[in-house]
Each structure stands twice: as C-alpha cells, then as structure tokens.
C-alpha cells in the first residue's frame, strides 16, 4: 500500500491547483461565442460550480478545528467566603482564592490534533471526489453534444442531396422520363429527413443547455465547441498501471485516509481512559480567636491535585466503537481496490472494442462507398449511368459516413467513461505529477 503522506501531499496539490487556476476570459461578459475545447468545458466547470464553492466550506471548518484543537481547557477561579454570623458571632471568618487547572496525564491533546489533521485530508478527499464526478458529467455532457452536432450535419448534407433529386425528378416526370411514384417517395424521404433534423435541433439545444448549467456559465451565453470526432489511428490499448490508476483516484485515496483517521481516533480513545488531573493553587486568610490574645488574623498558601481513578469508566465504549471503525475503513479500502480494477478493466475494453467497431464502420466500408460513388460519377460523364444513379450513390455514402460518425460517438461516450473511471482529468492530472 503507498504511505499516506503521499496521499496527503496529493491532496494538498490539488486544492493548490483549483485555487490557483484561472480562465484567460469571462464566459458572462462574452458576446460572440465562445470556443472551447472538451477539456477546456471542465476545467471551466471546475472554476464556476457552486456546488463545489459550496463544498469548500467543509474544508475551511476542518482546518478551523485543526487550529484550534490540541488545547488545554481554560483554567477556573474560585472564591469562597465564610464567617461565623450564625453561630457565635465572634467576628471569626475565612476568604478563600483559587485557581485550578486541568492537565491530561496522557497525550490526549496530540492526538486530538492529529486527528483533525487527518480529517482535513479527508475532506480534501471528498472534495476531490466531487471534482471528478462532476468533470465526468461535463467531459460526457459535451460527447454528446459533438456527436448530436455531427450527425446534424450529415442529416443537413442528406437533405440538401434529397433536394436535388427531387428537382431532378419533377423534371423527369415533366417530360415524361421519370414516374410519379419515384418523385413522391424522394419528396416523402426528404420529409423524413427534415423531421429528424428539426429533432436532432431540438436535442442539440437540450444538450447545450445541459452542457452550459454543468459548466456553471449563463443559458445566454452561445458557445463552440471545437474539438471534433476523429477517431485515433492507433488502436488504443495501452494500460495504466494499477497503483497509478489508484493515485488517481480521489475515492481511494478517501478510503486510504479513513484507516489513518481511524487509527487517530483510536489512540485518541485510548487517551481518554484516564481523565485530566486537575492541579489547584490557593491562598486563604483567617480570622479566628486565639485565646488569651483574642481575635487574630492567619494566612495560608497551599497546592492541591486531584487525580480520578480510572475503576469504573475506562472509556471502553469509545476504543471498542473506534476498532470497529478502524476494520470498517480497512474493509472499504478492499472493496473499492475491487471496484476501481472491475471498473477500469470494463471500460478499457469497452472503449477498446468501440474503437474496433468505428474503425471498421469509417475504414473499407466508406472506402467502397466513395469508390462506387467515384464510378457513377465516371459512368455519367460518359452517358452511362442516370444523374439520379449518382446521386443516389452519394446518398449512400452519406448514410454511409454518419453510421460511421455514431460509431466514433460511441467510441467517444466509452473513452469519456474510461477517462472518468481513472480521474485522468488535466487539474487532476497535473495535481497528481506535481504531489510526487
């Protein structure tokens, strides 16, 4: 298992990296759109989420109890008067100052203080956790918004192409060369066509809306996204080695720092089995009848120390309660080691086979497709093939293009998952580097 100040010094990088990063431009005060990028999406959301400002404040009050734990308890002053008015009167009376202090006999202050230590980590942890979570729900927020907008564009293609066949054919069927028929199933399919654009429209609206209330800007403000679905050359099977994967992972690194407070908590338990010894410092003057001399006047200075007796109550509840803690922290640090290696192992196969699919989908096929299309245009030009041949062999290669475009977008939705499941986020990323 990596040592915990490794996990701690990590953490700290991160919340440096958050607080120290900055937009080079205001998305509010923009007026043109704004481009940006699928990573630059989340490191704006990291920047503007309330949620995450709101989350901060845990992180505040742990260091607040950080600072001002480990303390001695204030010291008491008592006073005490007495005289002899209801007995004989003889003027006889004692005043009595105090001043006592409670001081623990163990190391129950240190401990206190290393435990709010810890749970400032954890609170960092959890933060952490937040940040990637939601940089997984921007990072798909905004596949999905490039995959909608892509097939849009192929739908627009395909309408603007059904257009001129169906100009082509109202021609034909002018002069007698082409049936009615064909002329109302182009018309009917352009219909179709025009349907699903104005629904991809309506979705790609949601999907920006979606991707704007994420990234914490105005439903105003008009945005770009300018990375595109190209699928990588290079197939993608390169893994990431199980204790790297680990580091970047906030959530086991939360796991990990539990057992540490836990085992805080324990020594901190074990310290309060005895109880604080109380030291007191007075002083006492008396007046008292002294005979033959009479009334007289008497001081006195004297320490006193109260130690109690750990016989009945030895703290057992709180040892016991803080072992089961500490077993539970350790179980759950399994638990998610086993999880994050499934998960992992899920989605780099995942993506791994998508990448297989589209490459499949945008290679021979659409290299046939273009080639076919390629031949009509050949064959037409030489009076042997119909302009409506060619141009249902562009058609077909169209069709042919935005299968391929879905396969790179489902390709895309699993390396967003992948990229989830490692944390591999640039904030995070670079935080992780610079914590080693």
């Known amino acids: 298992m990596i040592p915990s100040h490794l996990y701690i010094r990590q953490l700290t990088a991160w919340s440096l990296s958050l607080g120290a990063f900055s937009w080079a431009y205001s998305f509010e005060a923009a007026a043109e759109p704004v481009s940006i990028t699928r990573t630059g999406a989340v490191d704006v959301a990291f920047r503007n989420s309330r949620e995450l400002a709101i989350a901060e404040l845990e992180v505040a009050r742990a260091k607040v109890e950080l600072r001002w734990s480990g303390r001695l308890d204030n010291p008491e002053l008592e006073m005490n008067l007495s005289d002899d008015g209801a007995g004989l009167n003889d003027n006889e009376g004692i005043f009595e100052v105090a001043f006592s202090q409670r001081f623990p006999i163990t190391s129950r202050l240190k401990d206190e203080k290393r435990l709010r230590g810890y749970q400032v980590v954890l609170a960092e942890a959890e933060i952490a956790e937040q940040r990637r979570e939601l940089a997984g729900q921007v990072d798909l927020a905004a596949v999905e918004l490039m995959a909608t907008r892509a097939v849009s564009e192929r739908q627009q293609k395909l309408s603007a192409l059904n257009q001129k066949i169906v100009a082509f054919l109202a021609e034909q069927v002018a002069q007698g060369q082409a049936s009615n028929l064909d002329l109302t199933q182009a018309k009917l399919t352009g219909r179709s066509i025009d349907q699903t654009i104005q629904a991809l429209a309506a ?186 041949q060619v141009q249902r062999a562009q058609e077909q290669q169209l069709e042919l293009e935005t299968a391929a475009i879905q396969s790179i977008a489902n390709y895309y939705r699993s390396d967003a998952q992948l990229r989830f499941v490692t944390g591999a986020y640039p904030i995070l990323r670079t935080a992780v580097n610079s914590g080693k």
């Open 203 to 388: 979705l790609e609206n949601t999907r920006q809306l979606e991707l704007k209330q994420l990234m914490g800007i105005s439903p105003e403000q008009p945005i770009r996204l300018t990375s595109e679905l190209v699928l990588p050359g290079n197939q993608p099977d390169k893994r990431l080695a199980t204790e790297s994967l680990f580091r970047m992972r906030p959530d086991f690194i939360l796991a990990v720092s539990r057992i540490d407070e836990a085992e805080a908590a324990i020594a901190l338990e074990k310290s309060k089995r005895w109880a604080d010894v109380a030291v007191k410092v007075f002083g006492e003057q008396e007046r008292a009848v002294d005979e033959p001399t009479g009334l007289e006047r008497n001081s006195f200075l004297g320490v006193g120390i109260s130690i109690p007796l750990p016989i009945r109550q030895r703290n057992q509840v709180g040892i016991e309660k803080s072992l089961i803690d500490r077993e539970a922290a350790e179980r759950s640090v399994d638990a998610i080691r086993f999880h994050i290696r499934s998960e992992y192992e899920e989605a780099f196969q995942h993506r791994l086979a998508n990448w297989k699919l589209a490459s499949e989908a945008s290679g021979d096929v659409l290299s046939l497709a273009e080639g076919n299309f390629a031949e009509f245009q050949k064959a037409y030009q030489q009076g042997q093939a119909s302009l409506l």
